[in-house]
């Protein structure tokens, strides 16, 4: 009997085990089957990828859906239109139960492509009925934010206006439009700005061939601010620039032709034939459309002689597509120039290729016929096949829903043998507990001790002095003790460090206090960061003190001429702010405690006045919020450019930063300690003129830090100053726009080591 439970057991296990191991699988040919498809897309063997994908559906590597659309993307670019049109409906009916966003997605490129088929077609009627129903769906299912949805709506309001029902295309139009704009301030990449230029395109040539000129200069406006934007990237598609200002270039000249300008037009057309786009054939054909509509027919006529080049095709192989909407235009403008020979010559190359464009086309439609039959039957089997599935499924489920009741009968009887092993088990977690409570009381006395050992040496507050500003904050974390930050003055000169150890708890806090007190002890005696770095150095490092690693920034600032000098021990570079953000380059000597005697290097700078120096410590950049996103790099960049703009003093540089941090990470519960330091040059004090109230400070204090203040003792230098300069203070925006994460690049200031 007993083993009769475990042989159940073992069956009901290594079913749910299989099923685990099949989904995991599947998953996998998933990602594979993805990559073999767009490999072979990109070689634009198209029949190869129709057999790709067909392998890749017996096999359930890809859904129906999917395969279908591929189907359908490879019989459009083969011009198979007619079997194009029936794969994309059939991806539709496919997915039309479905809800994963993989499904929606292609479910989404489906409809966009079937609709721009249909709109470029002329069944406008046909198209509404494709498209409305997908645009719904994608709203209702919240897979409305892709450029599939976008297209949809735009290709809606073409159907409409070809309709002659225009009085909802424009909100259609709008809307996309607006997602667009909305879609290229989010994410400010290379993507979405060529999504909304190719939507504002199609939207544009719809009133063009409308012959709506107003609303086509309205849109082509549009359309040329979005691509002046993207021309503005330093990651700008040169190409993608040039062939869409040449198009913009064309339909301004169409759209002011239209509504009688002439002269503006043609100035248009000059700036389109300065582009590179405009000397290939398909930029000399598109040039016809502004030339024949301007009356230019020789220049049109010249123009038509690259169509060939353009087609790909020989006079004796025209298709009926070409020759009803390209090669007729190039009879007619040949006629209207009055270049009756080539006029005829085109007639005759009308006349030769018709009979065999007209076959070709019949076998072509036979082709797709018999295609679509069989497509048809494959169909109604793999639904058969899908039926005797579920039938199975069911029969399945029902056989393992028998198994887990007989499984459930047995086990209960075996209950009353495991309650006491279950309440050993508790026993033993319950000892466990106490353990590991003991463990978690003494870790928290440890962090209490760090805590207060961290607030023994803490920065001074410094009241206000008329050459400089500064301000601080620190916030501590849950693992109290890493961070370091202090500063004082003397003899005219503004020493300040800040930094962190790579340690924490009680450690960190000793070597933090350690080099505070150091720092303030060689500040006392040295004026170069780098002896006051050798000293903390020298101090620390020894062979028998291993595991330590203090990143650490000294910089020293002349109050009375704004020399900064500095000295980096593997701390992150700081800010420099004015009306635009620098890294300062530092000098990457080692950490602080990894090698005894180490020759440290120094630099020097020059602030202007108005300049303020920002560093941070590194907890700063790995502030989290409740989804565990980190604040990173890009984010603190974008957040002091946002700060500088509404006012670049350190008071309210560090509250906008501190308030950019709360607004991403909330009240979450932070890791690791945040120490913030600004300070801005105000201008040099003259040493001549010095009086009490320039050397006295004012004893209004400006520094918001978490210890108890301390008086400084500024003293008089004895070298003459130059005569101070006055600088305009840095223009202070009102309000500016919040992005959550902008691009801002940082250019690097200039700085000399010290010899």
Known sequence: ?????????????????????????????????????????????????????????????ITPTKAYYWRGYACDKMKRQRLAEFYWKASLDAAENATSSDEMAYYAKSASRLAN????????????????????KL??????????????????????????????????????????????????????????????INITYN??????????????????QILSEYEQRPDADADFIDRQLARYDIYHAIALQGLGQTEEAA????????????????????????????????????????????????????SLENIENLVLKKYRTNLLA?????????????????????????????????????????????EAKKNRKYQFMIAFGIAIVILCLLGYALIRRRMAHQLQAAYDDLKYDYDRMEADTAVKEREAS?????????????????????????????????????????????????FFCVGESGVEGVKASLLTTIVKAQFRTAATFESQPDKIMSAINNALAQKENKGIDIRLFIGVLDIYNGKLYFCNASHAAPLLVSNELHHLPVEQNVAIGEEPNYAYEAQEMTMLPGTMIFLNT???????????????????????????????????FIENMLDAVHRFAGDFEQRDDMALLAIRFKGAAKLEQKTDEDLEPEMEPEVETTVAPEQPEPTIATEPIPEPQVFEEPKVYDEPEYYDEPDVIIEDAEATEIQ
């Open 338 to 382: 009055g270049r009756r020979d080539s006029a005829i010559q085109v007639a005759l190359n009308i006349s030769n290729a018709l009979s065999q464009a007209i076959n070709k086309s019949k076998k072509i439609e036979q082709e797709e016929q018999g295609v679509i039959v069989k497509t048809v039957e494959k169909m109604t089997e793999q």
């Open 267 to 318: 100035k248009a057309y000059e700036k389109f034939q300065s582009t590179h786009y405009s000397n290939t054939p398909k930029g000399r054909i598109d040039a016809n459309d502004y030339l024949t509509a301007a009356n230019r027919w020789d220049e049109a006529a010249e123009h038509y002689s690259s169509l060939d080049a353009m087609m790909g095709e020989t006079p004796q192989n025209y």
């Open 618 to 652: 590194e907890g700063l950049i790995k502030v989290k919020n409740a989804e565990h996103r980190v604040f990173n790099e890009k984010r603190m960049l974008g957040s002091a450019l946002q700060a500088m703009k509404l006012d670049p003093r350190p008071k309210p």
């Open 446 to 494: 440890e962090f209490r001790i760090a805590q207060n050992i961290q607030r023994v040496i803490a920065p001074r507050l410094l009241p206000k002095y008329k050459s400089f500003d500064l301000w601080s904050a620190v916030k501590m974390g849950q693992m109290e003790g890493s961070g370091v930050m202090d500063y004082c003055v003397r003899d005219g000169k503004l």
């Open 139 to 200: 709203e209702e299912l919240h897979c409305d934010s892709t450029s599939d949805y976008l297209n949809i709506l735009i290709y809606i309001g073409c159907c409409q206006e070809g309709l002659g029902t225009a009085d909802g295309n424009s909100d259609g139009f709008n809307k996309a439009y607006q997602r667009h704009k909305e879609n290229i301030e989010t994410f400010h990449n290379d993507v979405v700005y060529k999504d909304g230029i190719t939507g504002l």
């Open 1 to 61: 009997m007993r083993q009769t439970k475990i042989w159940i057991f073992l069956m009901v296990m290594a079913g749910i085990l299989m099923t685990a191991c099949n989904n995991e699988e599947q998953n996998g040919q998933m990602s594979e089957a993805d990559k073999l498809i767009e490999s072979t897309q990109k070689t634009k063997n198209y029949p190869e990828l129709l057999k790709v994908v067909d392998s890749l559906e017996t096999t359930g590597s």
């Open 117 to 136: 088929m249909l709109s470029v077609r002329g069944d406008y009627e046909e198209g509404l009925n494709a498209a409305i129903p997908a645009a719904n």
């Open 207 to 224: 009133y063009i061939y409308a012959k709506k000129w107003q609303e086509a200069l309205t849109w082509t406006t549009r359309f040329g």
